[in-house]
């Protein structure tokens, strides 16, 4: 197949667009444990979405890089009474 002189310059100057696969979870855990959750977060530059307080309790939904999933949930099952709950692929 031959590609064009118009085809060419089309191809050649279409914009590439990348995008990470990211997985949406949900934590959830009581107020007093909020320093170990955050301290995560904070260590591996998660993107919070939202926090909510419920009383004593504190819910946090937040996206993580799919390559760094694993990681991410390892340490949140190091801190006892943290939930952890996967929302979505995004």
Not at 10 to 19: L, S, V
Not at 49 to 71: D, L, M, P, Q, R
Not at 75 to 84: A, D, E
């Amino acid at each position: 197949m031959r590609i064009k002189g118009r085809q060419k310059i089309t191809i050649n100057n279409a914009k590439i667009e990348e995008r990470k696969i990211k997985d949406v979870y949900k934590i959830e855990f009581e107020y007093p444990l909020i320093n170990s959750v955050m301290q995560v977060l904070k260590n591996e530059a998660i993107e919070i979405k939202s926090t909510s307080y419920y009383g004593n309790n504190v819910v946090i939904t937040f996206e993580v890089a799919w390559t760094k999933k694993e990681e991410i949930s390892k340490q949140f099952s190091n801190i006892h009474g943290v939930k952890q709950v996967y929302v979505a692929t995004v």
